[in-house]
């Protein structure tokens, strides 16, 4: 990656960043520290993954991706480059997600951005994305995705996602244990900053269209602050937004600034596409997310008639710890339609349904997305939900069939 970079003359180099992992939340954190920087007059480079529609969602200025012919031209560029380090003595072709992310920091550097916020594909410390020049670093949350589970999980998967800390950088940690955040401290930040006890999250409850939230930091506390996002998870996420960009330009924010957090909008993140019936598409991808989604359904929205889940996951995924995630909460499902998204690691729809029906629990197969979304809406009444779910994959597809059916 380094290579790759120093080939196109270290672009990343020439801005700040702010620098996100975590398991679940990076990119709604991504954006709304990007709708702060984007109040405060800055011109804000994202870049995020995976992406839910089109690969040019995965990096954008000032909140619009990148135009084709321009991500044209980048990756036409990087095709040149990457055959030369290949044909270098040990070169080594450098990967999709390596291309991907140096075009973004590329473009962002030719559109002179202010900021970069940047979201981590995988953990952290061998992330493509860890060369960029991280002066605030936010790891949002340890959960169990991508691992075996066995003792020591936690402290493991810290050490991976604390490699992304800079020596000198602020890190921004949310809940955790404290030996989590001990493993935080050895990378030597400049500062920590830590829910909980450098700031808090003193109110978080529903309100239309969003949350309200009440934050406590070292520079100021913040009441009752709107938030377009659904889900209690979502609060917590605001407050490590708030945190984290107050730590960027070290002071406390305007009032009118936080306004910013009213207008952010995040495909597939709980997002509300049609009412009568309530249909919810979100891209949660391991039990952590699915459980937030359920919670966020019985906690923000009053369904009087049924409440059928649309799922389709990848292969690597324990479907039986999916599905408890969803019934933990006491969220309601009536039915599950099972589905599997176009991907070579897609679950297979059959074996889906195999562990939905385990759990006492009814479902039926659908072909493809598309069809289980028509499936799930044919049956339900304007008084049921609706929620599609399981893979961001999924989610992406139930975007462009609710589209193209002009809702």
Known sequence: MRQLLEALGD?????????????????????????????????????????????????????????????????GHLRLVENHLAAEPAGAAPSWF????????????DVAVDLAVVEVGKLGRYDATNVVNSEVVVITNIGRDHTDGR?????????????????????????????LVAIAAQENPGELLAAGQQFELLENEPAVGGRLVSVRTSHSRYEQVYVSLFGAHQGQNSALAIAGFEALVGQALDEPLLDALGDVRV????????????????????????????????????????????VGMMSDK????????????????????????????????????????NRGIEA?????????????????????AVVVTGSLYTAGAARLHMASQGQ
């Open 151 to 179: 003792p020591g999980w936690e402290r493991e998967v810290m050490g991976e996602k604390a490699g992304i800390i800079n020596p000198g950088a602020t890190a921004v940690l949310g809940p955790m244990a404290p030996e």
């Open 318 to 357: 324990d479907p039986d710890a999916m599905l408890a995630a969803i019934g933990a909460s006491g969220s309601r499902c009536d039915l599950v339609v099972c589905c599997a998204p176009d991907w070579p690691r897609a679950l297979p729809a059959a074996g889906l349904a195999a562990a939905v029906r």
């Open 11 to 75: 672009p990343q180099a020439d801005y700040p960043a702010v620098h996100i992992t975590g398991t679940n939340g990076k990119g709604s954190v991504a954006a709304l520290i990007a709708a702060l920087a984007g109040a405060w007059g800055m011109t804000v480079g994202t870049y995020t993954s995976p992406h839910v529609e089109r690969i040019n969602e995965r990096m954008a200025v000032g909140g619009e991706p990148i135009g084709d012919s321009e991500l044209a031209e980048l990756l």
């Open 98 to 109: 390596e291309l991907v992310t140096s075009a973004a920091l590329r473009w962002f550097a």
């Open 364 to 384: 039926e197969v659908a072909g493809t997305v598309s069809e289980a979304v028509d499936r799930a809406l044919a049956l339900s009444t304007e008084e049921d």
């Open 267 to 310: 495909p597939a993140r709980f997002e509300v596409v049609a009412r009568q019936p309530l249909v919810v598409i979100d891209g949660a991808h391991n039990p952590d997310g699915l459980a937030a989604a359920a919670d966020t359904l019985a906690d923000q929205f009053t369904v009087l008639g049924a409440v059928t889940w649309v």
